[in-house]
């Protein structure tokens, strides 16, 4: 069981990229679905989730309106999809599967699967 992303890199301020995580095991089709990002010395935070039965989206306030997540459950895929980047959006991306136990957006303690990670790096 396990998570890969792919689509990380490097662009210029103002550019687009696209994230994909493929699923095995049945995550994707199973569990609630998020996308988290990490830069060195800070915590883990929450950018997307997109609910498990009803597809139910939610951003962070410092995406909402230029990411969007989406899920394809038969394909096992789910992507992130970034416009307008912007240098603070350089991270590490991170996939995830697990519950949304207390509210729409998927908390660290409630992942059951996380990623290898891919790197998005954000000029200005």
């Known amino acids: 069981v396990r998570l890969v992303e792919s689509g990380g890199g490097s662009v210029q301020a103002g550019g687009s990229l696209r994230l994909s995580c493929v699923g095995s095991?049945?995550?994707?089709?199973?569990?609630?679905m998020a996308w988290f990002r990490q830069i060195p010395g800070k915590q883990r935070e929450h950018v997307a989730t997109v609910s498990a039965v009803d597809s139910i989206k939610v951003y962070s306030d410092s995406v909402k309106g230029r990411f969007t997540i989406s899920r394809d459950n038969f394909k096992e895929l789910v992507y992130l999809e970034m416009s307008h980047l912007k240098p603070e959006d350089t991270a590490v991306y991170y996939c995830?599967?697990?519950?949304?136990?207390?509210?729409?957006?998927?908390?660290?303690?409630?992942?059951?699967?996380w990623g290898q990670g891919t790197q998005v790096t954000v000029s200005s």
């Open positions: 995830a599967a697990g519950s949304t136990p207390r509210g729409p957006a998927m908390l660290v303690r409630s992942v059951n699967f």
């Open positions: 095991g049945h995550i994707v089709s199973t569990y609630a």
